[in-house]
């Protein structure tokens, strides 16, 4: 049974501006209010890039900017620590996807090429690799529903087999009319955890991913936390989320998508 250490989080949805400033709500200390996102994210990107790019590479980027500063102060200066990363989205940009398509149905079929470079499934690691410099490997995967319990899976076995740091960031947004119709993502979200393989003491919580785990997959008593966990695939993490804010000692079954649970036991 592996370890890994979660040194960080960053995290950003309606109402869960930060880890720091959300803990107390995904305690249970404080009720859960939906509020919209902050206008000023990414800032790590340049001006000229954070211009012209989406709200998907935006939202991915900052959770990994937030876990990146809550784990080591200075680290943009420092190219040896930024991590490998792993991307886990269950559609990618849809916004800009939609929009091609739509293009594609005028006469002229004008496709923006700005749209088309932003349309690729690893354009946030493109961006993420612009803003540190960061040269490492990096990969982006989608499971459907199960996308971030298989970012989690494959951000581990990345760590321990290379026994090195990992980030992971999840995210997802709801799609644009009329492919909301079929699939509903009620509000944006992503997360990101910066994993360790390494003991060290700067850490959130242990996991120990408990393989063959099957069950139900954990559920949250707040009700609109559910609505939220159950309506973004990057928000099936909030389970393990909550037992890190809570620092307590438990077994945590995450949605994997297919009727499927990713088991884990988690420790302060």
């Known amino acids: 049974m592996n370890i890994l250490h979660v040194e960080a989080i960053g995290l950003m949805a309606p109402g869960l501006a930060g880890w720091e400033s959300s803990r107390a709500v995904l305690a249970g200390e404080q009720p859960w209010q939906a509020a919209p996102l902050p206008a000023a994210i990414a800032t790590l990107l340049p001006a000229n890039e954070r211009r ?36 886990a989205s269950s559609g990618g940009d849809s916004e800009v996807l939609d929009k091609i398509c739509m293009a594609l149905t005028e006469p002229d079929r004008a496709v923006s090429p700005t749209q088309f470079h932003h349309s690729v499934h690893n354009t946030p690691a493109g961006y993420w690799a612009i803003a540190t410099g960061c040269v490492l490997p990096s990969l982006s995967l989608s499971a459907y529903d199960g996308s971030f319990a298989a970012g989690l899976r494959e951000a581990a076995a990345w760590a321990w087999t290379e026994t090195t740091r990992v980030l992971l960031i999840a995210y997802d947004l709801p799609l644009p009319f009329p492919l909301s119709e079929r699939r509903m993502i009620v509000a944006p979200f992503a997360v990101a955890l910066l994993l360790n393989p390494a003991p060290t003491s700067e850490r959130l919580a242990v996991l120990r991913i408990k393989p063959g785990r099957s069950g139900a997959a954990d559920q949250l008593e707040d009700v609109e936390l559910e609505r939220l966990r159950a309506g973004n695939p990057a928000a099936r993490s909030l389970p393990l989320l909550r037992a890190i804010a809570e620092r307590r000692t438990g077994l945590v079954a995450l949605d994997a998508g297919d009727n499927a649970v990713l088991g884990m036991e988690v420790t302060p």
């Open 52 to 87: 012209r790019t989406t709200a998907t590479v935006k939202l991915a980027l900052q959770v990994a900017q937030e876990a990146m500063d809550g784990a080591q102060e200075g680290w943009r200066s420092r190219g040896d620590f930024a991590p490998p990363t792993v991307l």
